[in-house]
């Protein structure tokens, strides 16, 4: 984008000022090379944000953001139901509640190296990945509204994990709220075989080692040092969230000028938070974020499985849980006066500052664990949600990478089996039933994930405390 | 006029789909080929079975992005992949005829699944060619 369009406050923050029907300016936090090499639809879709109804203080795009569907991927925007404020279900997007969880092993990198290749073709048996997979669990009625209600905690009492997960999970594994009389048959059925499966595209299960510490407090805090191995986790509400999403966006799109919502972008389709309308859909959302976070619990559950058969000693418990395709009911002080916001995170974290009451007590004095998810060579990142994040972005930060070239470039540029043997020769070992899927996901596609952190970081968003690079991936 | 074709077009984050057809119905139909070959080659699904689908919506953009969206809905509850496409289009209501086989991974070489149709880069409509375009990016 041409940088000539903002007004530079800081090296870090970039601002559009109101013009036409924006209700307040857009801010972009990013450094000048990550401005200058985004698209300009960014520009168009963070303005575009701007002209909802009872949107607050601004629409904000975090350092990864890119081109997405009506709120910019990496956007975070905050609506006031008492200032006529909407809940958009373009503002969630289609994976509800999509996330990245991170487990400790107790494990040094030596102690995996020397079993590497049995314990990647054991998570490969374990875990379901890939399209057409389906998982172990099949829910009846019932079952599924328990499960759409109860979430982790409900994954939890079937058997899968233990009640100390829920307390490292955001809303302690279990959305309130939740009404799965809002979600529809279709979306039900979808998902009947989908629990404990790990989707495709970018999802991905990987065993990392932590390379780099950057803040020894903080990882002391979180429990980590250089040269351990964590279980990184990155995938959403499958079958059931998408079929959500689908379902209120068309509803929402059809009902907008009813509302006299003027939408400049179908996609942000939206109804007003005190609307029967937008009260199903965040039901129904609640519902997808119960459905996630329950899938992540069962896929912790057979990674554990899949330790025990090859490394005994492993222990793994839950390091942290972080959604980023979510809206959510926060309290967050506005011009000195807190205030009851609907936050929407599209493509970004919740990255809440030390302190904060919902981090758990153990992790809260050095702020919320921000997991970044990159590509499967470049590596992850672990941060710490910064105390000036509130006034800032209210308390987000950046979710990963972003794509640095098109799935369809991406297949024309490399062959899985290339990709996967380059890697293997660099020490990361990937298991995936599509060769083409480990092509489009090939590391060259992606954006540097490390100079969308370092921006993350020097703005103020998010603190750096580890990076960790992968030995096993599991890709769907 | 030029041959019914399917296309797909960039989208930085995902994959755009585009039928073009000498009638709407035949835009709709490449464009759920072009919806399969997001996922495999679509050379390689045999279409040994047939799925009736019918929907309605208030305008031709949102009746292709609901057809997509039957069809991804078809392929996720089923385990299916679809390759032949029979369409019938009144006004705004669709009723089609799709031809498919289960999915087999070794078979079909599964490339990434299909979250659902949007919004974004969405048009239906016929150009001064005289030739329908229908086409929009699929979330994947």
């Not at chain 1, 936050?343 to 990255?351: L, N």
């Not at chain 1, 083409?436 to 405390?465: C, I, M, Q, T, W």
Request: hydrophobic share 40%; with cysteine; aromatic share 6%.
């Amino acid at each position: 984008m041409d940088i000539a369009l903002f007004a530079r406050h800081t090296d870090y923050e970039w601002e559009i000022a109101p013009h036409g029907a924006m209700r307040v300016p857009a801010v972009i936090y990013a450094d000048e090379a990550l401005i200058r090499a985004m698209d300009h639809k960014v520009y168009e879709q963070v303005c575009n944000v701007a002209t909802l109804p009872g949107i607050v203080k601004a629409s904000y795009a975090m350092p990864d953001a890119h081109w997405g569907y009506g709120f910019p991927i990496g956007g975070v925007a905050a609506f006031d139901p008492e200032d006529g404020g909407v809940v958009s279900a373009g503002g969630v997007g289609f994976d509800i509640s999509c996330g990245v969880r991170c487990l400790h092993t107790g494990l040094n990198s030596e102690d995996v190296i020397a079993v590497q290749k049995a314990l990647a073709d054991t998570l490969y048996r374990e875990i379901p990945a890939g399209l057409g997979s389906t998982g172990a669990i099949r829910l009846n009625q019932s079952e599924m509204d328990a499960m759409l209600t109860g979430g982790a905690a409900w994954a939890v009492k079937r058997g899968h994990g233990s009640a100390a997960d829920l307390e490292h999970i955001e809303e302690h594994g279990q959305m309130r709220g939740a009404r799965p009389e809002c979600v529809s048959e279709h979306a039900k059925k979808r998902q009947r075989d989908e629990m404990g499966t790990l989707g495709s595209g970018n999802h991905y299960l990987e065993v990392q080692k932590v390379v780099k510490v950057f803040d020894v407090k903080a990882a002391q805090a979180f429990g980590i040092r250089e040269n351990d191995v964590v279980v990184s986790i990155h995938c959403g509400s499958r079958g059931l969230g998408h079929q959500i999403g689908t379902e209120f966006l068309k509803a929402m799109v059809i009902a907008a000028s009813g509302y006299g919502i003027m939408l400049p972008d179908r996609e942000l389709a939206c109804a007003p938070i005190n609307s029967p309308l937008g009260e199903d859909y965040l039901g129904a959302m609640r519902a997808a974020i119960n459905c996630a976070f329950a899938n992540r619990q069962i896929l912790t559950h057979l990674v554990r499985d899949a330790f025990a058969m090859v490394l005994p000693k492993a222990r793994l418990p839950l390091l942290y849980d972080v959604s980023h395709n979510t809206c959510k009911v926060e309290e967050h002080v506005v011009d000195g006066k807190p205030r009851k916001l609907y936050v929407h995170r599209k493509g970004a974290t919740r990255a809440f500052g030390p302190g904060h009451p919902d981090i758990p007590a153990a992790l809260r004095s050095v702020g919320q664990p921000v997991l970044i998810g990159g590509s499967m060579g470049t590596g992850s990142y672990i941060l710490a949600g910064a105390r000036e994040g509130e006034a800032l972005s209210f308390s987000s930060a950046c979710h990963g990478a972003g794509r640095a070239m098109s799935r369809h470039q991406a297949y024309k540029t490399w062959k899985g089996r290339q990709v996967i043997d380059e890697l293997a020769a660099r020490g990361i070992l990937i298991r995936s039933p599509s060769g083409r899927g480990v092509a489009e996901e090939a590391p060259g596609a992606y954006k540097d994930v490390s100079a969308v952190v370092d921006a993350a970081d020097a703005a103020g968003l998010a603190h750096k405390v580890a990076r960790l690079e992968p030995l096993v991936c599991i890709k769907g | 006029m030029n041959k019914k074709r399917w296309e797909h077009f960039p989208h930085e984050a995902d994959m755009g789909v585009r039928g073009i057809g000498n009638s709407k119905e035949e835009a709709f139909e490449q464009a759920a080929i072009a919806m399969s070959a997001v996922i495999t080659d679509p050379a390689k699904i045999s279409a040994v079975e047939r799925v009736e689908i019918a929907c309605t919506a208030p305008d031709d953009e949102l009746l292709l992005v609901d057809w997509l969206n039957a069809l991804i809905y078809e392929m996720a509850t089923r385990k299916w992949l679809f390759s032949r496409f029979e369409v019938h289009i009144k006004e705004h209501q669709l009723v089609a005829s799709v031809w498919g086989e289960p999915m087999d991974t070794d078979k079909h070489q599964l490339a990434v699944e299909i979250k659902g149709a949007t919004y974004t880069a969405l048009r239906v409509a016929q150009e001064s060619s005289g030739e329908w375009v229908a086409q929009c990016v699929v979330d994947v």
